[in-house]
């Protein structure tokens, strides 16, 4: 049996009606772990099942419970990391493992910061991106050796030049193949895309697996109700993965 991972910025979930819709959704698809970016505590109560979060809060309202990636899983985690590395942007990784139909896997839930920010505190445009892909990096370098998911907000159009913006193309867009690279990844949503009002707007909300694992389907959940970005301005992703079946050895025993 197939792993179905969903993941979606849920934009805070407000307003409150938009809540209701935003879980029939993800739930349709019976996932067995799931990354929600820009969401709170409260989010799946009634869903059951295990969740794990930063540390640290993430901004005012919803009395400190708002967090900018949480992980949630039907069975329990273990070797948990509510942090990452010191230096990374507060609040914006969590990573652990987890049993699933397919076996262990650990999973890697980032949101990957925007270009402005923190800039009021003194950073510099781009300052916080280009520094959480460097250390996202040194995280993953280790992570070939079993099944790993790394899955949240990367902030990325992956193949086009509209987001980020320039002129940082040059210098994120290695960052960010370079992360992936650590830890053998590859991004299986980077070419998914959801048509808008206007024009078909690629995804920025990815799940990327490494070497251990084959993506069986893969598509994009709706955030439109009676006009796109109804329900946030992200759409969500899905992807079904089997493990990769080791390749038959072609030498025969002398």
């Not at 273990?78 to 990374?88: N, R, Y």
């Not at 790993?148 to 159009?157: L, M, P």
């Not at 893969?218 to 080791?246: E, M, R, W, Y």
């Amino acid at each position: 049996m197939p792993l179905t991972v969903v993941n979606w910025n849920v934009a805070w979930g407000e307003p409150e009606w938009v809540r209701p819709i935003i879980l029939q959704r993800i739930f349709e698809h019976e996932p067995e772990v799931l990354c929600l970016t820009e969401t709170d505590d409260g989010f799946l109560n009634r869903y059951g099942g295990y969740t794990i979060r930063p540390k640290c809060d993430f901004g005012p309202g919803l009395d400190g419970l708002r967090r900018k990636v949480l992980l949630w899983s039907r069975t329990p985690w273990e070797s948990v990391d509510q942090k990452g590395a010191p230096q990374l942007p507060p609040g914006r990784f969590v990573s652990g493992t987890t049993d699933t139909s397919i076996g262990p896997i650990t999973l890697y839930g980032v949101c990957v910061p925007f270009h402005n920010s923190r800039i009021k505190q003194g950073k510099k445009s781009w300052q916080d991106h280009e520094g959480y892909l460097d250390l996202l990096a040194d995280i993953l370098k280790n992570t070939a050796s079993a099944p790993a998911i790394v899955v949240g907000d990367f902030n990325h159009q992956i193949g086009q030049r509209r987001y980020p913006y320039p002129p940082a193309n040059h210098r994120v867009r290695p960052l960010l193949a370079s992360a992936m690279d650590a830890g053998s990844l590859t991004i299986a949503t980077a070419a998914l895309g959801f048509h808008g009002a206007k024009s078909v707007r690629r995804a920025i909300d990815h799940i990327a697996i490494n070497h251990h694992m084959c993506a069986a389907s893969l598509g994009v959940i709706s955030n439109a109700v009676k006009n796109p970005q109804d329900l946030s301005d992200h759409f969500g992703v899905f992807a079904t993965l089997n493990l990769q079946t080791p390749q038959k050895s072609n030498h025969s025993k002398e």
